[in-house]
């Protein structure tokens, strides 16, 4: 008997419509399907196209696709969906455009010298090849960027790597609808049909398809995004295959916030913060959780703005019933910890049944409970942030200190502030992207771009999940070595037929 | 009490001296240094002026250092280890060389875009940041360019990483040569002591030094060469911490070769594949121990040529006892799988006292034969090929789809062979590098080498262990948002002061 299951719509807390989880037969066919895909290759201007038209027929879906997501994740279609859908159709174009110049492949070639003694040196050419079948695991809270056509889609497609979605049990409806588009765009340039599958995963074989995905032997790579038991599970299974592959996991962050009051008037800062602590109802990977200043006037200033900032917030829709529950649950624990004292928000036991809201809260602690206390210091995933009180900047080093790695680490600061290069150095030692006066929220698709960040925010902190530069997460290189031109990739050919960009006995050159 | 061990010479089967292995204290101190020197850091120039030192000192050791490597591993002086020294000394001098030039830490930069809509584009810049305190394992086969101041340790201090190796036990002498040529450097740089540390290890401490150091908290990644065996033991230690780092393992490798019949004279092809599969006695990582070729008369050519050439070899001086014991081991399994036939060599007990030799062998096996057994396609590390007799180029193809990655993979063909390209291929979707017509021994130090390739060559297939790319497995990029320019590194600022490549919008400039 088929295994189906139903997600929650947000708004209502009332069941949607069923849908039938993939069970194990079709979990292997579209692994197999992907490896046989893999072996007969794509080409470069198959994968270009490939991306261009999904692209396409996700604009083409226009608001059907919003409302779609907009009922399933309690997500605004306008403006929050419609910017993710943007983001979502320029990735994939911005990864076309990346296959198509062509340089991605870090082409490096070094000529031969017959002569050289001892030994003579061979002819060398290097570039990246792709590693193989990826299996993409779709986040909640980014219904289309991160997840059946988002990021790690796209820039393993871009890499020539065919790609397994597992979808998110709780945009069931979304994802098929994104699926629809990629396969129609796989049909449409006549690739096989394994170069894209996507699983619809819920209820009773969410977790094992999970399972049965990353421990295939067809899969060579996974991507996935959420929360860090689930990444870790996932990582583990991976390194314990006979043959281990990697797994790319994008996980929890608390994204400290140090504010000196250099940093100018504080009910500016106060209302930035708390706008972005809230954003998309706190459920962003890069919303702030943590702030830390230093005792005073300023510190009241802030906290009294934050506190109304954040109490004037009507209460947000969670993405699901998971969501809200992990979130009501931390957030009692924290406010109920020691010394922990609620500015804003409500910390009661929630209606099981009804619309999945909750309140944004701020917390207030000193640092002294703080760093006693190591809970406080994990990821509250939802919109609650926590003012943390300390005696002087030496005291912010020393709280910063007990915070693992995270996505992002904001410092706001005056021009000539003595003490930030010191809060800079520690943000850096532990984040993947530090931002100064301004807020971590908003992902800009670009190369400088790092979405990744020391364990537990990733536990492959030289990746980038965001940007033409996650490519590399799907690729190995490979050296060929005095091999003929006509049995070298066109990337590598002496005559360059690509025109691309490459390094040549260490010149760049076209 | 101490614990100490003493080392086979392999030329007389005779211990030597007696060794003190590093006690649980002496690892953690050296770790929680290094962790203390990481966070104290090491500028550009003091890395460049580490290297260097160490590479003059290493030199100056002159004879003494080759006379006591050759005592150790029964390896001869020259030219083997004159050349190891050598390319040793130039590696150190090259990641010099590139810290000094210092494009290596890929900048990028984007410029911002305050008028766009509907968001304003921040400033953004990416650079690579050292990790942490990095581990390193030595090799037993190499016990200068894979050990204590070999590649993974120059790698790791040019990117700005405190290092801790643990010695091989196999060659302590040469190991405790080299350290005091390292401390000497880093105490003439005027660094922390923690910038260097040695773990002389051995006996029954051998196996718990190299688990104390994976997983001492201040470690932030590995470097090991060596047995499948023991690098995934310290990948799975790794990956298993509460904060999982990487651990780079460049393992076991059969290193196919495919020869054509298109080669042209059977006999060159033989005495030039036959002296690289007993270089340094068979003890390379990148020795070839598979052949592949079709049937007939060339085959026949082929084989007899080999023979005689490998039946010519004296007996070889083995590393270790270990090395030796288990190449016989695996030697005699192989020669007595079913429908093997011995060539060249002998498969009898070897002596437990006297000289540490072995004879060079040569197998002969159908592709029938070879591909219903599984373990003839394992690596049989030291001085040993087989070669595998093929119906036709299918049937090489199927064959080689039995093998795990590897480091390295052999083409042999005439320029105009229609089935070379099937066969490349092949080879690239299974190794890290692919060689046509020559061999894979000698692993070049420059930027298009890889060396590491698909599991279990290397249990992470983007990486190489060899040239200047290495560094990149010590590193992670941290990327700076809207970031002023008293607050950014050098490398970033607008200005350029180090004058190195980086890619501004878009553009590469200096």
Known sequence: ?????????????????????????????????????????????????????????????????????????????????????????????????LVREGSWVEAILESSLPTRAPLPKPDLRRMLVPLGPVAVYGASNFPLAYSVAGGDTASALAAGCPVVVKGHPSHPGTGAMVAEVVRGAVSACGLPEGTFSYLPAGGDRDLAIARELVTH????????????????????????????????????????VVALASAGEAGAVAEKLAASAVASGGQMCTCPGLVFAVRGAWFESLASAMAKAIGAVSPVVMLNPRVRGSFTEKLAANASAANVRLLAGETGQKPAEGPLVARPALMRVASASFRSNASLAEECFGPALMLVECDDVEDVLASLACIEGSLTGTLWCGGTDPDARRVMTSLVARCGRVVVNGVPTGVEVCAPMVHGGPFPACNRPESTAVGPLAIRRWCRPVCFQNTPEDLLPEELRSDNPLGIERLVDGQRRR
Do not use: H, W
């Open 217 to 256: 032997p067809s899969i060579k790579a996974a991507g996935f995004t959420g929360s860090p038991s689930g990444g870790m599970a996932l990582a583990r299974l991976g390194a314990e295959r006979p043959d281990p592959i990697p797994v790319y996991a994008e996980m929890g962050s608390v994204n400290p």
């Open 1 to 97: 008997m088929a295994s189906t299951f139903t997600s929650t719509i947000p708004t209502t807390g009332q069941p949607g419509p069923t849908f039938r989880a993939a069970d194990r037969g079709e979990v292997d066919r579209a692994c197999r399907a992907a490896g046989e895909a893999f072996r007969a290759g794509v080409g470069r201007s198959a994968r270009t196209d490939l991306l261009e038209r999904t692209a396409e027929g996700l604009a083409a879906l226009g608001d059907r696709l919003l409302e779609q997501a907009s009922a399933e994740t309690g997500l605004p279609a306008s403006p929050r969906l419609a910017g993710e859908r943007d983001r979502t159709v320029n990735q994939l174009r911005m990864f076309a455009g």
